[in-house]
């Protein structure tokens, strides 16, 4: 690290001087201190005095949330203050290339969520790991491009929000918004999820794990008698009800398990619930608070793909959701306690079951939930007086103090 050394004596004469490592000592018999000044890198901080902090926007992605990830892009991107912030926006593709996009046309039918997709990349970027200047490079010209100060990833699913742009970002010095590396990679993946909330003393669906390789039951029969019928059968590592499938007979079951594996190599087989859909937004770090209650209500026989995102008249959203009190708050109290138990921060949606007979069943916990202005998380927030801006401004402020005490810790 660099740093200038200032000594002032009582003659208040100054020296600067350049070596490293005092911060701030008295020299005796001179009647001196030394003060250094760390500095990071000039030029970096140089820069950082005359400007606004900068946001890079991440979305699309390599999942099967493409479309999502841009829907959710065009909201957050909207709702960043200008007055307090820069925005370098970065679209990554479906090949999973970063690419600079312009803000004024990286979206080719932005308001069609069935046909919109990214503009053709104008240019490619380069990452330059390590805490100096620069991060980014524009690989159509070599040039830098302003230093980042913080990220607003809306990559969701796999590589968006498994740990694997968290890690890519932590090692590009950039804070970023969303759980961290173990946060993201334990709620990524649902039977992960559930070991470590079974541990934690949260009640999860039952269910059991099988693996492509084998090493567990596959049989219809033996999974039947454990669990009965109805059952739900989803790849562990997914999300936005790709490859979930709710089963009621044998020849469904082999074709459910066929469409669960084509995802993933480990797939979860769960009792079916019959309740409500509760849901509650979470965010913060040390100390997180939890939003009100919102309920799901759909006719349909689950919450599925084409309904989150296609449906016209989408299923209603019922916020706050009509609860008693104390099982208002029971739901609460177990997303706070799983919210920590997981290696959470900044935020989370954690959605929960809510059988007839009242038992409250955590299913599962999204680190990058949905971020359009129509999605659950913002609105559950709404509802709870924290507005779609000053949700996206409090979740920047969140994740360069987590950084920031990260540095100190
Ligand atoms: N065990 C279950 N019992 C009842 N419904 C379920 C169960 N598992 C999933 N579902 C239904 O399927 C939807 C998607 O499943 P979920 O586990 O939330 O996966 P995803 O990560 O894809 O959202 C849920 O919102 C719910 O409607
Ligand atoms: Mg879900």
Redesign the pocket.
């Known amino acids: 690290m660099n740093a200038y050394h200032i000594f002032v004596s009582f003659k208040y004469t100054l020296t600067v001087l350049g070596s490293d490592k005092i911060l701030r000592m008295y020299i005796p018999r001179t009647g001196a201190y030394a003060i250094s000044i760390p500095l990071i890198n000039e030029t970096v901080m140089q820069q950082k005095e005359r400007r606004k902090l900068r946001v890079a926007v991440l979305f699309g992605g390599q999942s099967a949330e493409h479309e999502v990830s841009l829907r959710s892009s065009i909201n957050v991107i909207r709702a960043i203050n200008r007055k307090k912030y820069d925005l370098t926006l970065i679209g990554v593709d479906k090949y999973g290339r970063w690419t600079l996009c312009r803000e004024k046309d990286y979206l080719i039918n932005p308001e069609n969520p069935a046909t919109i997709c990214l503009s053709p990349a104008q240019s490619y970027l380069g990452v330059v790991p390590g805490q100096q200047h620069p991060q980014l490079i524009n690989a159509a010209n070599g040039q830098a491009l302003p230093f980042i100060d913080v990220a607003f990833s809306v990559l969701h699913g796999t590589y968006g929000e498994d740990g694997s742009v968290q890690g890519l970002l932590r090692v590009l010095s950039i804070p970023y918004v969303g759980a961290d590396v173990l946060g993201s990679a334990v709620c990524m993946d649902?039977d992960m999820t559930k070991r470590v909330l079974r541990d934690a003393g949260v009640p999860v669906?039952p269910?059991v794990t099988l693996f492509r390789q084998g090493g567990a039951i596959r049989n219809f029969d033996a999974i039947v008698s454990q669990l009965g019928l109805p059952?739900?059968i989803?790849?562990a590592n997914?999300?936005?009800?790709?490859?979930?499938s709710?089963v009621n007979n044998r020849t469904a079951f082999d074709e459910a398990i066929a469409l669960a594996f084509y995802y993933d190599a480990k797939i979860?087989v769960?009792?079916?619930?019959?309740?409500r859909?509760i849901e509650t937004a979470v965010l913060g770090n040390d100390s997180p608070e939890v939003s009100v209650c919102g309920e799901?209500c759909?006719n349909d026989?689950?919450?599925?793909?084409n309904i989150?995102y296609f449906k016209s008249d989408q299923p209603g959203l019922i916020i706050p959701a009509p609860l008693t009190a104390s099982v208002d708050a029971a739901i609460r109290k177990t997303a706070r306690q799983a919210y920590l138990a997981l290696s959470c921060s900044i935020m989370a949606r954690v959605?929960f079951?809510l059988t007839d007979q009242g038992e409250i069943l955590l299913?599962?916990v999204?680190t990058l939930p949905g971020f359009t202005s129509l999605s659950m998380y913002p609105k559950l927030w709404a509802a709870s007086g924290l507005d779609y801006c000053a949700l996206v401004d409090r979740l920047l402020t969140l994740a360069l103090s987590r950084a920031h005490e990260a540095r100190l810790g």
């Open positions: 649902k669906t269910s059952i739900f989803k790849p997914q999300g936005s009800s790709v490859g979930v709710r979860l769960e009792q079916a619930i019959i309740g859909e799901i759909s026989a689950f919450y599925t793909y989150k959605d079951f299913n599962e999204n």
